[in-house]
């Protein structure tokens, strides 16, 4: 925007005014806000409330889950790789990477003079001790199933040599997975997961699981032109109007989630900047695909008729968020299939489904909590009400949140679910699509569809990559077990006080989870 | 004075047994909760392979009794042993968060008690006048609430853009005593509105139900001034049923407060409480619900025994 203000020759303090006037106007922006700022500046502390956090958390990366300990993971440590606001994939510890053409060999080149918070400098011998830490049998990591095909790990100076099971063209981007921090290892050759070394740009004070972290900054930073904030705060605050009663009172300077019934609210509070971004988070309904009747393809095409889409993006989203088209790959993401025809609530449709599945009506249960992704039970009423004009009699079982994710969630053939989304199609498709993988929520297996999965990961040709994604959209959509009505947004909110590049990312909540270091005070 | 510390010696060691038994009902109810640590904590991410590891490393498949045992070996030694989930010893977990409970407790003790004794005396004498149906009214629409619905109200009177009280407690390590009488004067505020009612009334009760005795008329008709009769003849008399209804009201202070720690971001045992229980991070909920049980047991204790001392009757036995 600050092109058209050049043009006519305004100055350059007018072309930042007005920038910082239309950004005030541009504060809820889809698919990664823009807003023009001035230069970021040193200094200050960063006061952060967060709505997730737990005294049960744990230093250990393979346990980190919440969004308290991601942040703060990205707060104090590196990763090999970094995925830049634009969605791209650029070096971090790894200054570069190259592969051999079958891509199962990669060799990443370690960066020289970067240092920990105590001191120690980073060599090879760190990042293979890190990534060991998520492998082998007694690994307990959630990470594990993602670093699985690593067969063999060798340091050649400040080289690493990763050789893989099978060729993965993706394999530096599951390297930025918040799972995989490198941290310094010991004489054993295994990292201490109990450290809270790292060489982040912050390093932690004080540390209260489920209360609070405070962070200074690391001062030998390899990066010279990130973390401005002198100290930060992260402060977990679990009441939604605690949390933003706290920002416009000023206790805190940024908010990572907002109330999405209450949001209005907050948008007109003086100075306070509402952050909204569409990324890869989407909720869906998985079917077990085995049992009957989701076991024929016809009931399944039929339910995903049923459900009325906008509806949800509207009253269970209050509009922060986009249509999902039951595949797990977001709009913003490289290999979108923007072909796709939209699915749209159809009961005409659905009823013709259910003919082809020789059903008149159809009569199925389905389990949910809001633990599966907050409004689930709400959404499963109204997806109800529209199944019904369908000849569908949905019956909404509510589950209760404690304990959902071991008794629920692909225990009953009908549940909710949620994803924050993976960079990469290959990532997501392989971990909750893939035949037999632990997370494969609808148990489903397509022949074809697997055959694509792993040609397309070793294709290093982009044009045949591109089309065989595509094509695997198509299947998820239409022969899937999954519905997936919607792609939430991230809503959070700010103090004007503070400045953010142009782009924000995408592929997490607060910046990245980088929002430490690419945040700045204006 | 021999026999209150007998009764106190016997009491303890009830006390004692009594904590046992809630360590054992605990124990099987946690047990009962569908799922186990390892599902729990690894959630979503849960896979079968990192399930069965993560219970041989923390021995989640032995048999219910032998980790029982084992614990309770660990507790008569002294040691309430490290949290599942990050390792913490439980023992400093709760030493911090029961410090932090402790002091809210008292500070809004300190507001309570003294206010609601001095509302329940006031209402007792001017009774069913235009005060003591205000001082009724007011204690029971301020109980009825739930808690979080009086936290809002006061934050969105005291706190909020322009207020005089910050919205959350959210102190660093350490706070200073003026800091944390201010940090923390809202969510005292709140608890002394919901443990108020109760203490008022016993006390307007306890000393109305006297004032009928021959003793209280024989004060009066000596021209005793009311406030005299009441203060000096009637209260001594009635401050067994209020000590009890106090110390009722104190335990309720140190265990119940989940709801206002987390509107007020106060760090205190409540919310270490839930979060065990939702990980089943059961060492941790052991620890916390001993606290609890035990923070019941002296109350009731020391309840009781003040009770005793404040009659001569019992105190000078037979």
């Given at each position: 925007?600050?092109?058209?203000?050049?043009?006519?020759?305004?100055?350059?303090?007018?072309?930042?005014?007005?920038?910082?006037?239309?950004?005030?106007?541009?504060?809820?922006?889809?698919?990664?806000?823009?807003?023009?700022?001035?230069?970021?500046?040193?200094?200050?502390?960063?006061?952060?409330?967060?709505?997730?956090?737990?005294?049960?958390?744990?230093?250990?990366?393979?346990?980190?889950?919440?969004?308290?300990?991601?942040?703060?993971?990205?707060?104090?440590?590196?990763?090999?790789?970094?995925?830049?606001?634009?969605?791209?994939?650029?070096?971090?510890?790894?200054?570069?990477?190259?592969?051999?053409?079958?891509?199962?060999?990669?060799?990443?080149?370690?960066?020289?003079?970067?240092?920990?918070?105590?001191?120690?400098?980073?060599?090879?011998?760190?990042?293979?001790?890190?990534?060991?830490?998520?492998?082998?049998?007694?690994?307990?990591?959630?990470?594990?199933p993602i670093v699985a095909d690593i067969v063999d790990m060798q340091a050649d100076g400040m080289n690493v040599v990763i050789t893989l099971a099978n060729g993965n063209a993706d394999f530096p981007f599951v390297l930025s997975d918040y799972h995989l921090p490198i941290l310094p290892a010991q004489a054993d050759g295994t990292i201490d997961p109990t450290t809270t070394d790292g060489c982040g740009p912050y390093k932690i004070d004080n540390l209260e699981f489920g209360v609070r972290a405070d962070y200074s900054r690391h001062d030998g930073y390899w990066k010279k032109d990130r973390a401005h904030f002198d100290k930060i705060e992260q402060i977990v605050i679990y009441d939604n109007a605690a949390r933003q009663?706290?920002?416009?009172?000023?206790?805190?300077?940024?908010?990572?989630?907002?109330?999405?019934?209450?949001?209005?609210?907050?948008?007109?509070?003086?100075?306070?900047?509402?952050?909204?971004?569409?990324?890869?988070?989407?909720?869906?309904?998985?079917?077990?695909?085995?049992?009957a009747p989701f076991s024929d393809n016809n009931v399944r095409q039929a339910l995903k008729y049923a459900i009325d889409r906008q509806q949800m993006v509207d009253t269970i989203l209050n509009g922060y968020g986009s249509l999902g088209n039951d595949h797990p790959i977001g709009p913003g993401q490289r290999f979108f299939n923007s072909d796709l025809e939209q699915k749209s609530y159809d009961p005409d449709k659905a009823k013709f489904y259910l003919k082809e599945a020789g059903l008149d009506s159809l009569a199925v249960d389905i389990h949910l909590a809001d633990a599966a992704f907050s409004g689930a039970t709400d959404a499963g009423i109204l997806f109800s009400e529209s199944a019904s004009a369908g000849g569908i009699n949905l019956n909404v079982v509510r589950e209760p949140n404690d304990g959902y994710w071991s008794n629920v969630w692909m225990q009953k053939p009908f549940a909710g679910t949620y994803w924050g989304g993976r960079p990469t199609e290959d990532w997501m498709f392989a971990t909750a699509y893939a035949e037999g993988v632990p997370w494969n929520e609808t148990y489903w297996s397509h022949t074809r569809f697997n055959e694509l999965l792993v040609s397309a990961r070793s294709e290093l040709d982009e044009g045949l990559r591109r089309e065989q994604y595509h094509e695997m959209q198509a299947i998820?959509?239409?022969?899937?077990?999954?519905?997936?009505?919607?792609?939430?947004?991230?809503?959070?909110?700010?103090?004007?006080a503070l400045g953010h590049d142009e782009t924000v990312a995408s592929n997490w909540r607060n910046d990245g989870q980088r929002l430490a270091e690419r945040w700045w005070f204006a | 004075m021999a026999h209150v510390w007998g009764m106190i010696l016997k009491r303890l060691a009830l006390g004692v047994v009594t904590?046992?038994?809630?360590?054992?009902?605990?124990?099987?109810?946690?047990?009962?909760?569908?799922?186990?640590?390892?599902?729990?904590?690894?959630?979503?991410?849960?896979?079968?392979?990192?399930?069965?590891?993560?219970?041989?490393?923390?021995?989640?498949?032995?048999?219910?009794?032998?980790?029982?045992?084992?614990?309770?070996?660990?507790?008569?030694?002294?040691?309430?042993?490290?949290?599942?989930?990050?390792?913490?010893?439980?023992?400093?977990?709760?030493?911090?968060?029961?410090?932090?409970?402790?002091?809210?407790?008292?500070?809004?003790?300190?507001i309570a008690v003294p206010l609601s004794l001095t509302l329940g005396i006031l209402a007792a004498l001017y009774r069913n006048t235009f005060?003591?149906?205000?001082?009724?009214?007011?204690?029971?629409?301020?109980?009825?609430?739930?808690?979080?619905?009086?936290?809002?109200?006061?934050?969105?009177?005291?706190?909020?853009?322009?207020?005089?009280?910050?919205?959350?407690?959210?102190?660093?390590?350490?706070?200073?005593?003026s800091e944390f009488l201010y940090r923390a004067f809202l969510p005292a505020l709140t608890l002394t509105l919901v443990v108020t009612a109760h203490m008022m009334r016993m006390t307007r009760a306890a000393i109305i139900n006297l004032l009928a005795s021959p003793y209280i008329e024989m004060a009066r008709l000596k021209g005793m001034s009311p406030i005299?009769?009441?203060?000096?003849?009637?209260?001594?008399?009635?401050?067994?049923?209020?000590?009890?209804?106090?110390?009722?009201?104190?335990?309720?202070?140190?265990?119940?407060?989940?709801?206002?720690?987390?509107?007020?971001?106060?760090?205190?045992?409540?919310?270490?409480?839930?979060?065990?229980?939702?990980?089943?991070?059961?060492?941790?909920?052991?620890?916390?619900?001993?606290?609890?049980?035990?923070?019941?047991?002296?109350?009731?204790?020391?309840?009781?025994?003040?009770?005793t001392l404040s009659n001569p009757r019992l105190v000078h036995g037979r």
């Open positions: 925007m600050s092109a058209d203000y050049g043009s006519r020759g305004i100055s350059r303090r007018g072309i930042l005014k007005g920038a910082t006037a239309l950004g005030a106007a541009a504060m809820i922006a889809p698919l990664g806000a823009t807003r023009a700022r001035a230069m970021p500046k040193k200094g200050g502390t960063l006061r952060v409330g967060m709505a997730h956090g737990s005294t049960t958390d744990s230093l250990d990366p393979g346990s980190w889950e919440n969004d308290t300990m991601i942040f703060q993971a990205h707060t104090r440590n590196n990763y090999m790789t970094e995925i830049a606001p634009d969605g791209s994939l650029i070096p971090e510890l790894a200054e570069g990477w190259e592969a051999s053409a079958d891509a199962k060999t990669w060799t990443f080149k370690i960066r020289d003079g970067v240092s920990f918070h105590s001191g120690h400098m980073l060599v090879a011998a760190d990042v293979i001790a890190s990534l060991n830490h998520h492998r082998g049998e007694d690994s307990t990591s959630a990470a594990k009663n706290a920002l416009i009172s000023g206790e805190v300077d940024y908010i990572d989630s907002a109330d999405l019934n209450t949001v209005h609210l907050l948008k007109r509070a003086p100075g306070i900047n509402v952050l909204s971004i569409t990324g890869t988070q989407h909720y869906g309904l998985p079917m077990d695909t085995r049992a998820v959509s239409n022969e899937g077990g999954i519905i997936i009505p919607m792609f939430a947004s991230y809503v959070g909110a700010y103090s004007d | 904590l046992f038994v809630v360590s054992i009902l605990i124990f099987m109810a946690t047990e009962l909760l569908p799922g186990d640590f390892a599902q729990e904590i690894l959630g979503q991410s849960a896979t079968p392979e990192t399930v069965k590891a993560l219970r041989e490393q923390l021995g989640l498949d032995q048999p219910l009794l032998t980790r029982y045992l084992s614990w309770l070996g660990d507790i008569l030694r002294g040691d309430l042993g490290n949290s599942l989930a990050n390792g913490n010893s439980v023992s400093e977990l709760i030493g911090k968060r029961l410090g932090n409970t402790l002091y809210l407790a008292l500070y809004a003790a300190a005060f003591d149906r205000f001082a009724n009214a007011a204690a029971l629409t301020s109980i009825s609430f739930p808690e979080f619905f009086v936290a809002y109200i006061l934050i969105f009177w005291l706190a909020g853009a322009g207020g005089i009280f910050p919205s959350m407690s959210n102190f660093r390590t350490d706070p200073t005593l005299r009769v009441i203060v000096k003849h009637a209260l001594p008399n009635a401050l067994a049923p209020i000590i009890n209804v106090i110390a009722l009201n104190l335990a309720y202070l140190i265990t119940g407060v989940v709801v206002v720690e987390v509107v007020f971001v106060y760090p205190g045992l409540g919310q270490l409480m839930v979060d065990s229980v939702s990980a089943r991070d059961m060492p941790v909920v052991q620890g916390v619900a001993l606290v609890f049980a035990g923070a019941y047991v002296l109350l009731n204790l020391t309840a009781d025994v003040l009770a």
